[in-house]
T-cell receptor, first 112, second 113 residues
């Protein structure tokens, strides 16, 4: 499974747009990029998933360049409740593995 | 649909004891994965069950075991508890063929004294 690298922590202020970049140089052809969000003492929550270009849902956008060696999770107009750990995962959606490899994640602190 | 549920939510045990944790997946989900989360090691994959069979296993000692029932509910067992087993144990379920999208339960917080 491809290894991912993302910043350990980030600070932002309410109302700002936050972009968290994840590096995955060894991503394989069949790999998808998935982001999860985790609040303290809760299980991770699926945010968004993509394969290439741009994906947008009601929560976030995911930008993936053509070489797919990195991806950027974009959170528009964050609020205090967006303070959480964000994990970037890369894996094969067709592998029937049921195994997610979590890195350290990025701790996002949103300030008033 | 109801989400993934885990019982109990909190548990205190002493070294040497054994513990069983339970997980009920989202209705229709047949894959159940278990994870251990600690401050030092982060989120680590324990094992995954699909159709009552263990399909994947992480790098944990044999003291950690699990099983899945015909209704997809799953249990994990830890025998001969050690202090280092204190952690948040998370269960997640997913649709067949979409295992990258997992739905996590609230977890069971285990404290070993």
């Amino acid at each position: 499974l491809a290894k991912t690298t993302q910043p350990i922590s980030m600070d932002s202020y309410e109302g700002q747009e936050v972009n968290i970049t994840c590096s995955h140089n060894n991503i394989a052809t069949n790999d998808y990029i998935t982001w999860y969000q985790q609040f303290p003492s809760q299980g991770p929550r699926f945010i968004i998933q993509g394969y290439k270009t741009k994906v947008t849902n009601e929560v976030a956008s995911l930008f993936i360049p053509a070489d797919r060696k990195s991806s950027t999770l974009s959170l528009p107009r964050v609020s205090l409740s967006d303070t959480a750990v964000y994990y970037c995962l890369v894996g094969d959606n067709t592998g029937n593995t049921g195994k997610l490899i979590f890195g350290q994640g990025t701790t996002l602190q949103v300030k008033p | 649909k109801a989400g993934v549920t885990q019982t109990p939510r909190y548990l205190i045990k002493t070294r040497g004891q054994q513990v069983t944790l339970s997980c009920s997946p989202i209705s229709g989900h047949r894959s159940v994965s278990w994870y251990q989360q600690t401050p030092g090691q982060g989120l680590q994959f324990l094992f995954e069950y699909f159709s009552e069979t263990q399909r994947n296993k992480g790098n944990f000692p044999g003291r950690f075991s699990g099983r899945q029932f015909s209704n997809s509910r799953s249990e994990m067992n830890v025998s001969t508890l050690e202090l280092g087993d204190s952690a948040l144990y998370l269960c997640a379920s997913s649709d067949p063929g979409d295992e990258e999208t997992q739905y996590f339960g609230p977890g069971t917080r285990l404290l070993v004294l």
